[in-house]
């Protein structure tokens, strides 16, 4: 699925594509409705990113069960688990 935001719509916010997917990234997140893994994969910046733009804001990193299995699966990939 797409979704389509009106170019005067995005220049009125005065914001990049990209800035405007990590804001919307970070509303669903905030919201629970997506984990910080979705969002960081969906817009593409890492853990750091991420947590440094959630500071930003005053917002604390959730850490659940998906972030876990996450966490597991790339240590086990890397061989350190």
């Known amino acids: 699925m797409s979704v ?3 170019d005067d719509i995005l220049e009125s916010t005065k914001m990049s594509e990209d ?3 990590l804001e919307i990234a970070i509303m669903l997140y ?3 409705k997506i984990s910080s893994g979705k969002a960081r994969r969906w817009t593409g910046v890492t853990v750091i990113e991420f947590q440094h733009e959630l500071a930003k804001r ?7 069960v998906e972030d876990f299995q996450t966490d ?5 990939s890397m061989g350190l688990l």
Not at 58 to 64: E, P, S, V
Not at 72 to 76: D, G, I, R
């Open 58 to 64: 005053g917002l604390c990193i959730n850490y659940d």
């Open 4 to 6: 389509v935001i009106p």
């Open 30 to 32: 905030k919201q629970g």
């Open 19 to 21: 800035e405007l997917k």
């Open 72 to 76: 597991v699966k790339t240590l086990q």
